[in-house]
């Protein structure tokens, strides 16, 4: 094998996907800060994460299995974890086209009709303490989504901004105020979806067989609304005929377009936390809109 022995080199990563393909790395190539491209000895070529431990690989990899199980949107397979690398099959890339978008939506409605046991379930063998992104995330459960979310998503990263100075103490009340009424902002009970939870354009590739495979998940039990407000935070591709597929196959709740920022709530405050103001400002702003009675449409 033509790669260093020692893990923590940048070339360890090709170690680690010798290891847990059991193939012949014959090469690595650095695709950004955190993915490594190895070329296996059958031609075949994966791609090596770092993350931020190795809890969350094993939260990743655990996501990225459950997901799989609904046997509906596609992932790439994943050969497994160790030392806080995960090692998955490369995706080809492909052109996000009318149809490819159309079969990812129904495909998407299918994932969250698996379901999941409760709000807030971990994916099975998945800890409790995972991620989103690079920014900690409690997989407690609980039975009442208004509650849950408010409890175990806004809130926590709302006061982590507030201590870090992001969010100013006299500013927090209307995030707090819509988190009183999201029993009413909610829109009608729905059970618990299985969500990726962290659905923003750069976590959903389109493939060169023209199907979507979805990465980096924050996999839990959720509002299936949750999602979609995530596609629309950060411009899908392609979002209308992604969003005409999944009404063919699991028509929304009345008045769903309306609540979009309800659930942006959540990754605004997520990103604020990770890239500062201009987020937490965005995330005011939708809370504003809430008190106000305005149409939270994102």
């Known amino acids: ?14 170690v680690v996907a010798a290891r847990l393909t059991g193939r012949t790395v014959t090469g690595v190539r650095a695709l950004s800060g955190s993915l490594t491209e190895a070329v296996l000895d059958d031609g075949r070529v994966v791609v090596v994460k770092r993350t931020p431990g190795p809890e969350a690989a094993r939260a990743e990899a655990a996501g990225l299995r459950w997901l799989a199980g609904a046997g509906t949107v596609r992932v790439p397979a994943v050969h497994g974890h160790e030392a806080g690398r995960l090692v998955m099959d490369r995706v080809v890339p492909g052109r996000p086209d009318r149809q490819a978008a159309v079969r990812f939506g129904r495909e ?7 379901g999941a046991p409760a709000f807030g379930a971990p994916p099975p063998d998945g800890p409790v303490e995972a991620f989103i992104g ?7 459960t609980g039975g009442d989504w208004p509650a849950w979310h408010a409890g175990h998503r806004i809130l926590p990263y709302l006061r982590r901004a507030v201590d870090d100075g992001i969010v100013r103490p006299d500013e927090a009340g209307v995030v707090e105020r819509v988190c009183e009424r999201l029993p009413e902002l909610s829109g009608p009970a729905e059970p618990p979806a299985r969500l990726h939870g962290d659905l923003w354009n750069g976590n959903v590739l389109w493939g060169s067989d023209g199907h979507v495979r979805l990465i980096d998940p924050a996999a839990h039990g959720g509002h299936r609304e949750t999602d979609l407000a995530m596609l629309a935070l950060f411009g899908c591709p392609r ?4 969003l005409d597929g999944y009404r063919q196959a699991a028509p929304l709740a009345d008045g769903w377009e309306e609540r979009v920022g309800v659930h942006q709530l959540f990754p605004l405050l ?7 103001r201009g987020y937490a400002e965005q995330a005011l702003s939708v809370a ?11």
């Open 134 to 140: 690079l920014a900690p995330m409690r997989n407690v």
């Open 270 to 276: 997520v990103h604020a936390v990770l890239f500062g």
């Open 108 to 114: 998407l409605a299918g994932l969250h009709a698996a």
């Open 288 to 298: 504003r809109a809430a008190a106000a009675g305005r149409p939270l449409n994102g």
């Open 1 to 14: 094998m033509s790669v260093p022995s020692d893990p923590a080199a940048p070339d360890g990563d090709g």
């Open 239 to 242: 979002l209308r005929a992604v």
